[in-house]
Nanobody
Framework: VQLVESGGGPVQDGGSLKLSCAISRATFSSYCMAWFRQAPGEEREGVAAIYTTGGGALYAESAAGRFEISQDNVKNTVYLQMTSLKPEDTGMYYC??????????????????WGQGTQVTVS
């Protein structure tokens, strides 16, 4: 599995941004996809997760009500729609996949494959 993020960039406080994660070379039909973020000097933290074959999404408390994770199985793409962005949302956003496991959480050790990240800067 290969993951490529896009859609990051500068955005004003209170603005919106939609990130995309293109999934390629997938050999499994079902896996947990997640978005993580990492601010400078901080640890990488989970933001949201979704199971590719359906089911509810998971959100970190900081993202609930403002962010929405979704998927397009035809395009093999996972999205993160972010609204009401705050300066504290600034960071590198990473797409991640957990192969073969469930989607019970968005803890970093659960995920096997990572993209290179896309930078989001809110000011």
């Amino acid at each position: 599995v290969q993951l490529v993020e896009s859609g990051g960039g500068p955005v004003q406080d209170g603005g919106s941004l939609k990130l995309s994660c293109a999934i390629s070379r997938a050999t499994f039909s079902s896996y947990c996809m997640a978005w993580f973020r990492q601010a400078p000097g901080e640890e990488r933290e989970g933001v949201a997760a979704i199971y590719t074959t359906g089911g509810g999404a998971l959100y970190a408390e900081s993202a609930a009500g403002r962010f929405e994770i979704s998927q397009d199985n035809v395009k093999n793409t996972v999205y993160l729609q972010m609204t009401s962005l705050k300066p504290e949302d600034t960071g590198m956003y990473y797409c991640a996949a957990r192969i073969g496991g469930g989607c019970s959480g968005i803890q970093l050790p659960l995920f096997d494959v990572w993209g290179q990240g896309t930078q989001v800067t809110v000011s």
